[in-house]
């Protein structure tokens, strides 16, 4: 299993930058792709998710709601974070994930996922 994670970049407050990560080796339909975050000496923050088969919903940290939208295609085996009006705040090495069997209280748990990303770096200037 493999997953890609590319579209980080430095930008300015208030700009928009999309992520996006492709899956291969998993039956993509069935797992939830989630996107966390981890800035310099801070935990892993769980951004947002988008649950597979007999889900199909999204969910986001506090943090991203009303800013970041997560986007799912299952054709193309990719999920995208569509980020908006960014914050220095939001600046972090951002990792897509990839589980199967997510109940939806352990959504933002970064444990409940198998498989990793390397992770994108995305810095926001003021």
Not at 46 to 57: P, S
Not at 109 to 118: F, I, M, N, T
Request: charged share 20%.
């Amino acid at each position: 299993v493999q997953l890609q994670a590319s579209g980080g970049g430095l930008v300015q407050a208030g700009d928009s930058l999309r992520l996006s990560c492709e899956a291969s080796g998993l039956a993509f339909r069935s797992y939830t792709l989630g996107w966390f975050r981890q800035a310099p000496g801070k935990e892993r923050e769980f951004v947002a998710a988008y649950r597979g088969t007999g889900g199909n919903t999204m969910h986001y940290g506090d943090s991203v709601k009303g800013r970041f939208a997560i986007f799912r295609n299952n054709a193309k085996n990719t999920v995208d974070l569509q980020m908006n009006s960014l914050k220095p705040e939001d600046t972090a090495v951002y990792y897509c994930a990839a589980g199967r069997g997510i109940i939806l209280s352990s959504i933002a748990r970064d444990q409940a996922y198998e498989y990793w990303g390397q992770g994108t770096l995305v810095t926001v200037s003021s």
